[in-house]
């Protein structure tokens, strides 16, 4: 069964920096061919991709998150993670992990596992 526990997040004021972990369980060596990605739900709004990484490492974001925002992966740790840079209240906001996700016409398409959710906070 594919387990994934995500790590980090918090409060930071405007222009701080914060990381996010997800670390990955069950997926055995299928973790290096799965696509992955980040999304993000703020109050009232919808789920939206914020980045995302196929498994040749290939990484996509989403428009108000770029240059800000870098995604990665380490899959000899079975881990995604998501350096966040440069943040704005606008990102405040429960964060999730996603992988095993197909990709069609270059975009990522959510996977079946997700992630518990992280807080983050962007606040003076």
């Known amino acids: 069964q594919v387990q994934l526990v995500q790590s980090g997040g918090g409060l930071v004021e405007p222009g701080g920096s914060l990381s996010l972990s997800c670390a990955a369980s069950?997926?055995?060596?299928?973790?290096?061919?799965?696509?992955m990605g980040w999304y993000r739900e703020a109050p009232g709004k919808r789920r939206d991709l914020v980045a995302d990484?196929?498994?040749?490492?290939?990484?996509i974001y989403a428009g108000f998150v770029k240059g800000r925002f870098t995604i990665s992966r380490d899959n000899a740790k079975n881990t995604l993670y998501l350096q966040m840079d440069s943040l704005e209240v606008e990102d405040t906001a429960v964060y999730y992990c996603?992988?095993?996700?197909?990709?069609?016409?270059?975009?990522?398409?959510?996977?079946?596992?997700w992630g518990q959710g992280t807080q983050v906070t962007v606040s003076s």
């Open positions: 069950g997926t055995g060596s299928r973790f290096s061919i799965y696509g």
């Open positions: 990484i196929s498994s040749s490492g290939a990484a």
């Open positions: 996603n992988i095993g996700g197909q990709y069609y016409s270059s975009k990522y398409a959510t996977g079946p596992y």
